[in-house]
């Protein structure tokens, strides 16, 4: 999906009719930030916000998905490519996570093997210290690339004002985190919480 083309699409709507950024925000029960940042083309509505959204603007699902009115004689068409980008999309992010799993799992194998070496081989000190350095860049990558697969595998969903966002690595390194939830900053309403992450739309 084109989330610039959805966002000028969403912006023309609302100005079509008369209405403010503000003022689509407060029919949804969000920030005005919220309804910029899909404007500008930097995330698309969560996907409980996506029949409100189409009911405020008096637009279809799979007009807001095209980013364009559909045509009653291309509908059938335009809904059939909104639901195959949809699940390609949830695909790719399936897989960036088992990617991301597996990565993390070499890595545990590769480091605890070059420290248990490191530490039950008779081997010169310089040798010992290479391992262990080696098993600490190791480490280091590994970690690394499991974040940065696992950052593009979905998004996160803010609790408080329910828009969906991908963190910058930076964010998501430094984020606390349980299996499913990770504390990180909503860009759209500034609050900081436990927001959840998910994989499919």
């Known amino acids: 999906m084109d989330q610039s083309k959805i966002g000028r699409f969403i912006a023309d709507t609302?100005?079509?009719?008369?209405?403010?950024q503000r003022q689509l925000a407060d029919a949804l029960s969000i920030s005005d930030k919220t309804v910029s940042k899909w404007e500008t083309g930097k995330g698309l509505p969560d996907v409980s916000l996506m029949l409100p959204l189409c009911g405020a603007l008096d637009?279809?699902?799979?007009?807001?998905?095209?980013?364009e009115k559909v045509s009653a004689s291309n509908y059938q068409k335009k809904a059939e490519e909104n639901m195959m980008d949809l699940i390609?999309?949830?695909q790719e992010n399936k897989k960036r996570m088992i990617l991301s799993i597996?990565?993390?799992?070499?890595?545990?194998?590769?480091?605890c093997s070059l420290v248990i070496i490191a530490s039950y081989l008779?081997?010169?000190?310089?040798?010992?210290?290479?391992?262990?350095?080696?098993?600490?860049?190791?480490a280091a990558a590994g970690v690394g690339a499991a974040?940065?697969?696992?950052?593009q595998a979905g998004y996160y969903v803010c609790p408080a004002c329910g828009a969906a966002f991908v963190p910058t690595l930076e964010e998501y390194v430094k984020g606390y985190h349980t299996f499913t939830r990770r504390r990180l900053t909503c860009p759209s309403c500034g609050k900081t919480s436990m927001c959840r992450h998910r994989i499919v739309r």
């Open 14 to 20: 609302r100005k079509a009719k008369s209405l403010t």
């Open 59 to 67: 637009i279809t699902v799979n007009d807001l998905l095209t980013g």
């Open 88 to 90: 390609k999309e949830n």
């Open 102 to 111: 597996i990565c993390g799992v070499i890595t545990i194998i590769a480091v």
């Open 122 to 138: 008779e081997l010169p000190a310089a040798v010992r210290i290479l391992l262990i350095l080696l098993a600490l860049a190791t």
């Open 147 to 151: 974040a940065v697969l696992e950052v």
